[in-house]
């Protein structure tokens, strides 16, 4: 009986590290993968496997896609560079950076390291605009059934899916506006974490809310505010047992379903749009036997 990586189900460490990589030797890929499947505990380091890193092994991922190019949407989006990715967690930062630096040495000969970003909680775990994140995530049981792939295949079980953007947030624009227009943005209020029933059609809740969907679309989301230089703003990550509920809500907050945006874009974007499978777990480390067998 397979097991989703361990993290998706834990709350968000104080700090996080993210490591993307794009291909840059494919005949090494299969060898580097088995390294690095040894080295992820799911828990303190969790993995995720690009689309075309398993088109250039010529094997199949039933589910796995390019995150989608939404350049008609009103607001467009587009995948961007990305072939695999670590999400590493725990509370001492120089600890991940070295952790990170064993990953980097034995990806080398297959990949390329092109982006890290640093994540934290903040507070009980909010965005940086001040408002909870992740009230709304499913627990226990629902949270397994939205985020991890069962009655697939033997192999395929207990794997999960993940979206990945890097939002830049412009907080100078969101901290002028009125108390009650930013939570009219968001649909909820900041003081009380209430949900606003009236809020406008693009608040963030009301274009997103998963029993709004038919069927329901449940997420796990596990994000984490980042920081670089001047710039800041939110690291979304959202495991769930396809991209299907993930790609619903997109396509509400681009305006794809009634032409309404997500009041979110008034302050911040996606600099990034990325998709990775996450394997289940296996007896030691990460179960590729979907890739190598
Ligand atoms: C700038 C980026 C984003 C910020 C700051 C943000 C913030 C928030 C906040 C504050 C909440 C309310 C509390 C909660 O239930 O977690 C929320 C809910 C939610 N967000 Fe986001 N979010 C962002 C991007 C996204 C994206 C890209 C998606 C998916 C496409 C998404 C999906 C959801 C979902 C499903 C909920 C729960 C809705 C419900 O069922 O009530 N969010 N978000």
Known sequence: MHTGQPAIFLDIPSRSRYLTFTIKNPIELKNVLTSLSHMVDGTSVVMGIGAKVVTALHKKVPGLHLFPELSKAPVPMSTTPGDLWFWLRGDDLGKLLHRGRAIEVIANPAFELINVVDGFKYGDGMDLTGYEDGTENPIDELAQQAALM??????MDGSSFVAVQQWLH???????????????????????????????KSAHVKRVEQ???????????????????????????????????????????????????????????PLTGNYYWCPPMGEEGLDLAQLMS
């Not at 509920?245 to 008034?266: H, I, K, S």
């Open 211 to 269: 029993d709004d969907f038919d069927p329901q679309a449940y997420v796990v989301r596990r994000s984490s505010p980042w920081i670089e230089n001047q710039q800041s703003g939110l690291m979304f990550v959202s495991f769930g047992h396809s991209f299907d509920a993930f790609e619903l809500q997109l396509n509400r907050m681009v305006g794809l379903d009634d032409g309404v945006t997500d009041a979110l874009f008034t302050f911040s974007k």
């Open 150 to 155: 069962s009655g697939e295949s033997a192999k």
């Open 170 to 200: 412009d907080l100078n624009y969101f901290e002028e506006l009125p108390a009650q227009q930013q939570d009219h943005i968001i649909g909820r209020a900041k003081t009380t974490n209430e949900e606003i029933d009236d809020a406008p």
